[in-house]
Structures are given as structure tokens and as C-alpha cells.
């Protein structure tokens, strides 16, 4: 699994928030050296090619030198492709005369900054009532360079009441953000669910003291 699986997680996450133009269902951005561009030169550097048939597909082509790329470390080559990204999405939506793509690439790009380019991805939220009290319970998965770990989140108005690690996996990709089905109750305890297969101990209980809440 790539290592820059989390940006690119992080940056569609973005993306979805300010993103209000037509479906787009499929985006790459390509990295490549003088030697990919010349052995292939109908597609050469910062060119787009853009696909409406099945739900639109949205291809970037981008020059990179990767002996300067691999000899700096792994922020900097992250904060390296999200500026590459980001860049080629805001002149795909110039030349593609998509507006509502450029502008959510600019957003996203800023929005990624201000948290730092930190992978925290929200893939489950609901509301519960726990002891006659209404709160919001959700998993976050963090995704680093090498590991994908599973936080589950109690928040009570504003106030973040409880949070504790659930899971952990090496960086396997998608599945892992895909598996959880479901927060319920039961009690006082909340329940997590997954899909069918998911590896782990679950369902997974939760007790949920009164105290807590108070």
C-alpha cells in the first residue's frame, strides 16, 4: 500500500466537503520522471485528460525529480505531493472549465495546512442516548506512513467526554476505513459492530459509567 495512502485519503475527505460540481468518479494524478514523459509523450507534464463516459474520469500528469524527492524526509515529501495535488487539481478544473473544482482543491489544500496534513479521518458517526443523555459517538482512523489506528470518540455537546484506541493495523488500505458498521447501545454500554469477516474482537462493548456524563 502506498505510503502517501493517508494524504490522498485526507485530501479526497476535503475535497468531498467543498465539492459541488458534477460527479467526478475517479481522479489520478500521476508523478513522473523525464524518462515516463518521454517514453509516453501523448500524455507529457501538467496535462489533463478528462474522461465523461462512466461517471467521469479525471486524469493529471505531473514531472517530478525523484532523486530530489527521495533524498528529503517524509513530511517534507508530504507536504511535497499535497502542494503537487492540489496545484494540479486547481489548473484541472482551469482547463476542464470545471469552477467548482478549483475552488474546492484551493479550500482543500488550505484546510490540509491549517490541520497540519494530518490523516484523521471521521469513518463512522451517529447519535446515542446513554443514562437519558444525548451525545455523539464516532470512530477516527489516523493514518501514518506505515499504521492505520482506530479511535472511538464520545462527544457530549462540544466536549470531547471520552476517546481511546480501538484497533490498529499496518497501512492496508481501504478496508480497514470500510469496516465499521455501526455504534449502538445497549444499557449502558455502546456496541460496535463491523462487517461480516473483519478481523478483531467484535462486536466490541463499551461500559459507558453515569459519571461520565454528569
Not at 485526507?10 to 460527479?23: C, D, M, P, R, T
Not at 478544473?93 to 497540519?116: C, I, M, P, R, Y
Not at 437519558?132 to 482506530?150: C, K, R, Y
Not at 449502558?188 to 459492530?193: D, V
Request: aromatic share 10%; with cysteine; charged share 25%.
Amino acid at each position: 500500500m502506498s505510503r502517501f495512502f493517508g494524504i490522498s485519503t485526507f485530501l479526497n475527505q476535503l475535497l468531498n466537503e467543498k465539492y459541488s460540481g458534477i460527479a467526478i468518479k475517479f481522479i489520478n494524478i500521476e508523478l513522473g520522471n523525464q524518462a515516463r514523459f518521454d517514453k509516453f509523450p501523448i500524455t507529457p507534464p501538467d496535462s489533463v485528460h478528462y474522461v465523461k463516459r462512466a461517471g467521469a474520469n479525471l486524469f493529471y500528469y505531473n514531472l517530478i525529480e525523484f532523486d530530489a524527492f527521495n533524498s528529503i524526509n517524509f513530511k517534507d515529501q508530504c507536504r511535497l505531493v499535497w502542494d503537487v495535488a492540489c496545484s494540479s487539481l486547481v489548473k484541472a478544473g482551469v482547463k476542464t472549465k470545471n469552477v467548482e473544482l478549483s475552488q474546492a482543491a484551493e479550500f482543500a489544500h488550505q484546510k490540509g495546512l491549517e490541520l497540519d496534513l494530518k490523516a484523521d479521518i471521521c469513518v463512522l458517526e451517529t447519535t446515542v442516548i446513554l443514562h437519558t443523555t444525548t451525545v455523539n459517538a464516532s470512530i477516527w482512523v489516523l493514518i501514518d506512513e506505515f499504521e492505520m489506528t482506530a479511535r472511538f470518540r464520545l462527544q457530549k455537546e462540544m466536549e470531547i467526554i471520552l476517546e481511546k484506541e480501538i484497533d490498529k493495523c499496518g497501512n492496508v488500505g481501504e478496508f480497514f476505513l470500510e469496516m465499521f458498521k455501526s455504534i449502538t447501545t445497549a444499557g449502558t454500554q455502546l456496541i460496535i459492530k463491523t462487517v461480516k469477516d473483519a478481523p478483531g474482537n467484535y462486536p466490541m462493548r463499551i461500559e459507558i459509567p453515569a459519571r461520565l456524563l454528569a
